[in-house]
């Protein structure tokens, strides 16, 4: 098989599951569109049924007299998106935002377009609906941060924890019946669980021999080790936010939610209040919808800048040259963050023999690990993704059409692995100092930012990604490793092999082997943009919550620590709705 093989076999597949999307099989799963008349008027409009926004109209349907008008601009997750083992096969299409980075003439030059394709979801979950189901909160060192930051406690660890557990229903057997269990919620909506794998012992000793700790759970107490990872699935099934947020109050009378409809607009009043929304309707209508009481904008940490800027709030100057009226003079997607990963692939012993694809599960054994190079610092450095695959047809699958490299390294890779086993690994720099930025490319609302990740344009990213991902590699020297005479596969078009084992070679292969973490957070962050409280500065009656409002990026997958955002936002609206409400 040849990379370009690799990716046409996916698009056809993809072409069957567009055929099998008109039958609408799952339809019958999400919220009927509502039925709004222009100038409809509603207590909250949310903007954004994603990883936060669903959440937030979950809970503030909770009140009996409240009205929700809940707005999203794509339309229904399709089959792809509830079966686990089919994820990669969302990617690029109308669910996917299919954004695009800058070139920046440094990082992303091994990659088609020397760009990213950060793919986000377009649909009911948002990105929970696209994303590798992983269950990963960040640890308590992430939050205790957001509270110094911010000045206020709480959002502390100690304080967010209660919500991670709010919207949890754990149902891992395992975990249930251990100390674990006191970290987990067992009554919310969404469920976790794991699939124990065998074929992962055997590396679990590897990683134990280079120091690591083997752990049943990292979302507690114990944020450093190796694990089998924690999954948003359950009966084999996706629990995205639409899935089990949305997916059981679909009926309630006052949740009003309209699909493939994109918000251009946030409409404020003289005093600056924001009074309600300018939207687009699917055959291109422009309408508008009031809120008595607020704005919640919770459309990501891509669209809620962008929309923010379209409304008048963000950087004057920007505004200015765009012909935008300023609201609010602020920094607004000025502070974008992104884990950035560095792939790694080990050939292994001969390939066993294959096994059915389990579609109820994400198609590989994988293992999560966090790793400090301090061993006495309790929270880690660097994140370690590992797959352990059969052979590497995934590998090149994942190289070539999900993480777009260049054809040149996913064939190198796939050829010189052909018959083994592959462990495929992702290295990833949890707090990277550098910071990107999003920009108006015009003031049409449907044509997508610019975007500047910024990748590695702080040195000491660069310089300490080539540690971890140095440290991560010692695996190879391992009793086990060296028993099936393992090797890491070279890339070779990368021209760092001249150099090999220096602290020059481990910056060139990361350079090269880099990819977004697609964990975009921070361009609209509290302290900065929105207070701790979420209110946006300047303004009265809009917040935003979504990954945008995080000070500093978790150290771990961002989809939980939205989610719990939406649980957090809700509570403060609710209580902010009952002290303006006191007589």
Not at 413 to 419: F, Q, V
């Amino acid at each position: 098989m040849n990379a370009t093989s690799a990716v046409l076999g996916i698009k056809k597949i993809q072409g069957a599951l567009k055929i099998l999307a008109a039958l609408q099989l799952t339809a019958y799963l999400w919220p009927q569109q509502a039925q709004v008349q222009d100038g409809a008027c509603f207590d909250y409009i949310i903007v954004g049924a994603g990883s936060a926004g669903s959440v937030i109209a979950n809970r503030l349907t909770e009140l009996d007299k409240a009205t929700v008008l809940l707005i999203e601009a794509g339309g229904d997750p399709p089959v792809e998106s509830v079966i686990p083992g089919l994820l990669p096969f969302l990617k690029n299409t109308e669910v996917d935002w299919n954004y695009e980075t800058e070139n920046d003439g440094y990082s992303q030059q091994y990659h088609k377009n020397y760009g990213v394709e950060l793919t986000r979801g377009k649909m009911l979950g948002g990105s929970s609906s696209i994303n590798f189901l992983a269950y990963t909160r960040g640890n308590y060192h992430d939050f205790n941060n957001w509270a110094k930051m911010t000045g206020d406690e709480s959002w502390n660890w100690e304080n967010v924890l209660p919500y991670f557990k709010k919207s949890e229903r754990l149902v891992d057997p395992v975990m249930l019946h251990s100390s674990a269990r006191s970290f987990h919620g067992t009554d919310g909506y969404l469920a976790t669980t794991r699939k124990y794998n065998e074929e992962v012992l055997k590396y679990f000793e590897a990683f134990q021999e280079v120091g690591n700790r083997i752990v049943l759970d990292t979302n507690g107490d114990t944020p450093l080790g190796i694990t089998e990872c924690m999954f948003n699935i359950d009966n084999g099934v996706r629990q995205s936010t639409a899935q089990s947020f949305l997916h059981p109050i679909k009926d309630r009378p006052n949740l009003f939610v309209l699909k493939n409809t994109l918000v251009s607009k946030i409409l404020f009043d003289e005093d600056k209040n924001a009074i309600g929304v300018e939207a687009i309707l699917e055959n291109d209508d422009v309408v508008q919808f009031k809120a008595d009481k607020e704005v919640i904008v919770s459309a990501g940490a891509i669209n809620t800048p962008q929309l923010l800027m379209l409304s008048g709030i963000g950087p004057k100057e920007h505004l200015e040259s765009h012909n935008i009226p300023v609201v609010s003079d602020l920094p607004v997607g000025q502070s974008l963050q992104d884990h950035i990963m560095v792939m790694m692939a080990h050939k292994m012993g001969k390939s066993p023999p294959p096994k059915p694809v389990d579609y109820s599960y994400i198609g590989s054994p994988l293992m999560m690990g966090y790793t400090s190079l301090n061993k006495s610092k309790n929270y880690p450095d660097y994140q370690s993704i590992n797959f352990i695959m059969n052979d590497p047809t995934p590998m090149l699958q994942f190289c070539s059409f999900y993480f777009s490299y260049i054809d040149e390294i996913c064939q190198t890779l796939y050829d010189k692995s052909i018959g083994k086993e592959v462990l495929f690994s992702l290295v990833i720099l949890l707090y990277p100092e550098s910071r990107g930025r999003i920009l108006l490319r015009s003031t049409d609302p449907k044509e997508k930012p610019i975007i500047y990740t910024g990748y590695y344009s702080d040195p000491v990213d660069l310089e300490r990604h080539a540690m971890y991902v140095e440290d991560f590699a010692k695996i190879q020297h391992t009793e086990f490793f060296e028993s099936v005479n393992a090797e890491r596969v070279e890339p070779e078009v990368c021209g760092c092999e001249n150099k090999y084992s220096t602290e020059e070679y481990w910056k060139c292969y990361a350079l090269c082997m880099m990819v977004s973490g697609y964990h975009y957070s921070g361009s609209a962050a509290m302290g900065v943009v929105v207070d701790s409280r979420l209110n946006v500065f300047g303004v009265q009656k809009l917040r935003v919550a979504d990954a945008s409002v995080m000070p500093k990026i978790t150290g771990a997958n961002t989809n939980a620590a939205t989610i719990m955002i939406g649980e957090r936002a809700a509570d403060i609206i609710k209580e902010d709705l009952f002290l303006r409400s006191r007589c």
